[in-house]
T-cell receptor, first 111, second 113 residues
Framework: TQLLEQSPQFLSIQEGENLTVYCNSS?????LQWYRQEPGEGPVLLVT?????EVKKLKRLTFQFGDARKDSSLHITAAQPGDTGLYLC???????????FGTGTSLTVIP | NAGVMQNPRHLVRRRGQEARLRCSPM?????VYWYRQLPEEGLKFMVY????????ESGMPKERFSAEFPKEGPSILRIQQVVRGDSAAYFC???????????FGPGTRLLVL
């Protein structure tokens, strides 16, 4: 069973467009992280959100943690080809020692 | 300040052989995590180790897979008698302690022929 579901699974957009990626679960997480992974490399941490309703901005990227800490979204403004990659969310629960990764969203930004 | 290092980056094995994957954590990090990424799937947790201790191996297959993190040297993920279904990218992450950020290595791509 997949604890975290991401949507869409694949996204192909033109340079300059805006997009939102969603990460949803029926479980509560103590924290949630977003990663970007490029082909042949490991995931690179973008942000960690810990408080329900928290919003964090990283240049053109805006991350939001749901009020109930069950879901999160990543919004990219004016996408650029350099944003192309696999975006992964990962949640940490209060119980246990592991992170649960989402299914991933593969983003392609066309110049 | 080197990041997490994994080697080899690519490993080809025939069915029935053994695969040994190595992970050197970042300097100052004593917590290591192994994940497996299958095609079209997300990363799946396998095992969490501290120096000389396995803390959580709930994601490890019960047979053929083992992991260690000795006092000296890298963490090793060992897969005995590999099968085609073991073909995947195996990622290692490390952190300074349980609560801090995990940093990922570049992964080892295992191909079983």
């Amino acid at each position: 069973t997949q604890l975290l579901e991401q949507s869409p699974q694949f996204l192909s957009i033109q340079e300059g467009e805006n997009l939102t990626v969603y990460c949803n679960s029926s479980s509560v997480f103590s924290s949630l992280q977003w990663y970007r992974q490029e082909p042949g490399e490991g995931p690179v941490l973008l942000v960690t959100v810990v408080t329900g309703g928290e919003v964090k901005k990283l240049k053109r990227l805006t991350f939001q943690f749901g009020d109930a800490r069950k879901d999160s979204s990543l919004h990219i403004t004016a996408a650029q080809p350099g944003d192309t990659g696999l975006y992964l969310c990962a949640g940490e629960r209060n119980t246990g020692n592991q992170f649960y990764f989402g299914t991933g969203t593969s983003l392609t930004v066309i110049p | 300040n080197a990041g997490v290092m994994q080697n080899p980056r690519h490993l080809v094995r025939r069915r029935g052989q053994e695969a040994r994957l190595r992970c050197s954590p970042m300097k100052g990090h004593s917590h290591v995590y192994w994940y497996r990424q299958l095609p079209e799937e997300g990363l799946k947790f396998m095992v969490y180790l501290q120096k000389e201790n396995i803390i959580d191996e709930s994601g490890m297959p019960k047979e053929r897979f083992s992991a260690e993190f000795p006092k000296e040297g890298p963490s090793i993920l060992r897969i005995q008698q590999v099968v085609r279904g073991d073909s995947a990218a195996y990622f290692c992450a490390s952190s300074r302690n349980r609560e801090e950020t995990q940093y990922f290595g570049p992964g080892t791509r295992l191909l079983v022929l």
